[in-house]
């Protein structure tokens, strides 16, 4: 596919990078010399410099030829103008990043005046992340499919868990729920583990499952399955405006540090229910005073990475609270998984998984559609869901008999609200949604994963 992305920052260097691993042509626009150098010297892409809204500029960036246009600059009002002028000069799909809670009310609308196949809003999808992992705390990362009907957790095996040691074809009758482990970390290495895998103390694996049985697995491990009652957020800037709205809606008392006086005047208007403390988040007395030793969840949400990962070690060390951390910067990832402090928010992997599910789903073959993607362990493996609408060569055929690639993992199969924790006897049909893990990226049809 011939595909422009406008703004090189975070989120569009991340999108650039991903989307040419999987052979798409890009273009990228950026009015800044220096960012702009630094994609087009990382990546195989087109670098245009200019103002991503003008219309010379996209007919250089290929307007005419382009499939979709991807605006994430820093202004929404920028990103929606891109998408304009790109449906009039190159009838192109468009997608923009749209941030402000101002818009909020008026996504829909903005959508189809605009004619845009989707927006992106970094903050509450990062907000929605948070909030999938205070109902289960003991999860480091919760991802979920089929509607909310399958959950993916990721948990790290401390040494006295009831796993370490434990074969993963014996884990079903051992606890008494139907689960599968489909990833496993071990130090570097990712690994899709067959049944006669062993676990160790340490292993960071990622577990399929129903809802209820997600649940009765952690209980069976002993570890906590209910949601936090309480959170303490520092920093109230637009992640912690709509995580809130979701926390207080579950039923969560909250309270959010902010320094900004107008900030937290603000913040009491929009979020009567919330207490709003004025104050320097990073001031260990204030956090104490808040009752930060108390508090169920921490969730450090400063504008700064290197803030957020100091106040998440300093919570860890007075506390046993559930511990959120937001990282802007990937380049931090190998120190702060040696740092265990719990799970890590990056918003532009949230971003990217919306649109590349998207982009995957436009390329995608007639048989199937790419539902939901995500990535598991950065770019080493990804979870998709796949709605399987036609006939196809893995339809009615018993999974052990499917000539599957390497490491490919058919996890879960959800019929009719029905979830199957799939055996070899076990067979797709039109209808379905199947949810496959594996470390070959880039799969945009359920028939990719047969040789």
């Known amino acids: 596919m011939q595909i422009i992305v406008v703004g090189c920052g975070n989120v569009g260097s991340t999108l650039t990078e991903q989307l040419s691993k999987e052979g798409h042509n890009i273009a990228v626009i950026d009015a800044k010399g220096e960012r702009l150098k630094r994609v087009t010297d990382s990546c195989d892409v087109l670098g245009v410099l200019g103002n991503g809204a003008t219309y010379s500029v996209q007919m250089e960036a290929g307007i005419e030829e382009a499939d979709l246009l991807i605006a994430v600059t820093d202004s929404d009002e920028m990103n929606m103008l891109c998408c304009l002028i790109a449906k009039k000069a190159g009838n192109c799909h468009t ?15 903005i959508k189809e005046e605009l004619g845009l196949a989707m927006v992106i809003n970094p903050e509450a999808a990062a907000a929605t992340a948070i909030a999938r992992l205070l109902k289960f705390p003991s999860a480091i990362e919760v991802d979920t499919f089929a509607k909310g009907r399958v959950e993916l957790s990721k ?45 160790r103390e340490k292993d960071l694996i ?56 107008d ?66 910067r990937i380049a931090y990832d190998e120190m702060i998984g040696s740092l265990d402090i719990g799970s890590i928010i990056y918003p532009r992997y949230t971003t990217a998984e919306n649109i590349l599910r ?79 893990v594996t470390t070959n990226t880039g799969l945009h049809d359920i028939r990719d994963i047969l040789r």
């Open 95 to 109: 997608i923009a990043r749209v941030r402000n809670p101002v818009y909020g009310m008026e996504i829909e609308f």
């Open 155 to 199: 948990l790290r095996l401390q040494p006295d868990n009831i796993l370490v040691g434990c074969c993963l074809k014996d884990i079903s009758s051992k606890l008494h729920c139907d689960v599968l482990v489909c990833t496993v970390e071990r130090g570097e290495e990712v690994i899709i583990p067959d049944g006669n895998f062993s676990l």
């Open 206 to 261: 990622s577990v399929v499952a129903s809802t209820r049985n997600i649940i009765q697995f952690f209980k069976k491990m002993g570890m906590a399955t209910g949601r936090v009652k309480d959170a303490l957020i520092v920093g109230g800037g637009s992640t912690a405006y709509y995580l809130a709205r979701q926390l207080l809606a579950m039923g969560i008392k909250l309270k959010i540090v902010e320094r900004d006086r």
């Open 263 to 328: 900030r937290c005047e603000q913040l009491s208007e929009l979020l009567p229910q919330a207490s709003i403390i004025h104050g320097d988040g990073t001031d260990r007395s204030v956090l104490m005073e808040e009752g930060l030793e108390k508090a169920q969840a921490f969730i450090s949400l400063t504008n700064v990475d290197e803030e957020n990962i100091m106040l998440s070690l300093f919570a860890k060390s007075v506390s046993k609270a559930k511990l959120v951390t937001r990282v802007h």
């Open 358 to 436: 998207y982009v995957r789903a436009m390329s995608n073959s007639l048989g199937s559609n790419v539902e939901t993607l995500y990535k598991l362990i950065g770019d080493k493996a990804e979870a998709l869901e796949f709605w399987i609408h036609e006939k196809s060569p893995v339809v009615g055929v018993p999974l052990q008999e499917m000539n599957l690639k390497p490491n490919i993992l058919l996890a879960c199969i959800n019929r009719r609200n029905s979830v199957i924790i799939p055996g070899g006897q076990d067979m797709i049909q039109v209808g379905d949604t199947v949810v496959v």
